[in-house]
């Protein structure tokens, strides 16, 4: 299972930690992929992180604005949203799969290829 946090209502120019936390199983053994989707868009990856944290791979929008990070020895994972826009208002989710999945970004943002999923944390950039 995962368990999303940390959404809410931002300013532009301001900052935000959406945290996942894993359990039922071990985070260790998974690579951790953000996903977002807005209003009438399709699910996009924002960023993907492998099991030792050594292959990382942002969205080209989010590049400079966002960083993942994870902490395996408290099953969680986090995004930082920094000068967040009205564009990147959307649910976001975390998911769960094979760590060669971040092998290369093209691989990383096939929302198929991930195993468990959790249920999205609404993010809102609003003045």
């Known amino acids: 299972q995962l368990v999303e946090s940390g959404g809410g209502l931002v300013q532009p120019g301001g900052s935000l930690r959406l945290s996942c936390v894993v359990s039922?199983?071990?985070?260790?053994?998974?690579?951790i992929a953000w996903f977002r989707q807005a209003p009438g868009k399709e699910r996009e990856a924002v960023s993907c992180?492998?099991?030792?944290?050594?292959?990382?791979y942002y969205e080209d929008s989010v590049k400079g604005r966002f960083t993942i990070q994870r902490d395996n020895a408290k099953n969680t994972v986090y995004l930082h949203m920094n000068s967040p826009e009205h564009e990147d208002t959307a649910v976001y989710y975390c998911?769960?799969?094979?760590?060669?999945?971040?092998?290369?970004?093209?691989?990383?943002?096939?929302?198929?290829?991930?195993?468990?999923w959790g249920q999205g944390t609404q993010v809102t950039v609003t003045a």
């Open positions: 998911a769960a799969g094979r760590d060669d999945i971040v092998t290369h970004s093209s691989t990383c943002e096939r929302a198929y290829e991930y195993d468990y």
């Open positions: 039922g199983f071990i985070l260790d053994y998974y690579a």
């Open positions: 992180i492998n099991i030792s944290g050594g292959r990382i």
